[in-house]
């Protein structure tokens, strides 16, 4: 079980989990040499608990899948999923059909649906090592939170340096961005929770996030800022007026932003933007 500590002057939550230790590492970073096998993988289904959802063809717990959700064997929280975005281990939302990531994304809706009376969903994606994932075939996770709990995210941004405007959400650099070429998706739709999102959005969001990562990587390939392996972060605000962010991990964070809080941007959100607009 996992406990919740306050910090009675700051109101911050520290989570102890002590079972997160015995997670297994099975991504070699730039070295390309994993230290365990993944077991995400197709014809792996036996080592993984009972799946929670499959979308795609095959009984349960076999093969056959195209997305697939399971509990995790090492939860931060008492209530913990992983979501296993397709049976190959070197494409992720940046490389797969469209259409696979769509159901990516329904598999998010449908969880964050099923919780959604339990806590505050926190869905969340670590790609690379620099961003904190431990297992390199590419998949998001799903935490429960208890309502009470005073969760340290943003609200959304205000609209500027907007990239590209869709027909259901608008793709911007906030000018608060924290980190180096930072993006947000946010829906037009106002005072709705993701799983309020309907297939035509989720379709549009689909393609901004996968346009978006591919325009990632290509800048990251051209600036050469840092000499991790691409890298980044994506979440989806869980409360009422919901946006998905992309935080790409091209610097480290170290002593100065520990110490104060603080975060430093080695680029303007404004040239960011002009980055990526006619890309999304």
């Not at 002057?9 to 730039?30: A, E, F």
């Not at 494409?91 to 598999?107: F, G, N, S």
């Not at 709705?192 to 990251?220: G, K």
Request: glycine share 6%.
């Amino acid at each position: 079980m996992a406990r919740y500590v306050p910090d009675i002057l700051t109101h911050r939550w520290v989570i102890i989990s002590p079972q997160r230790l015995k997670r297994p590492v099975s991504n070699g970073g730039n070295s390309g040499k994993n230290m365990h096998p993944s077991v995400f993988c197709e014809g792996s289904e036996d080592k993984t608990p009972p799946e929670i959802l499959r979308l795609g063809g095959g009984e349960p717990n076999k093969p056959g899948w195209k997305v697939r959700v399971f509990p995790n064997k090492y939860p931060i929280t008492d209530f913990h999923e992983v979501i296993v975005h397709s049976p190959y281990c070197d494409k992720d939302v940046e490389k797969l059909p469209l259409k696979h990531v769509e159901l990516v994304l329904r598999a998010y809706r449908e969880r964050f649906t099923f919780y959604k009376e339990t806590g505050q969903v926190l869905i969340f994606c670590n790609h690379g090592r620099h961003a904190g994932s431990s297992v390199e075939h590419p998949h998001s996770q799903l935490v429960v939170l208890p309502f009470q709990i005073n969760l340290d995210t943003l609200a959304r941004e205000p609209f500027n340096n907007i990239v590209s405007e869709k027909k259901f959400f608008y793709a911007y650099c906030p000018d608060f961005s924290q980190w180096p070429y930072e993006l947000w998706i946010v829906p037009k739709r106002e005072h709705t929770m993701f799983h309020n999102i309907t297939d035509e959005e989720l379709a549009e969001l689909a393609m901004l996030l996968q346009r978006s990562l591919v325009r990632l990587e290509e800048i990251y390939k051209k600036q050469h800022i840092d000499e991790f392996e691409f890298g980044y972060n994506y979440y989806i605000y869980p409360k009422k007026d919901w946006y998905l962010r992309i935080i790409p991990r091209f610097v480290h964070r170290a002593g100065f932003e520990l110490g104060t809080g603080l975060s430093v941007n080695i680029v303007d959100p404004a040239d960011a933007a002009e980055e990526f607009k006619g890309k999304l």
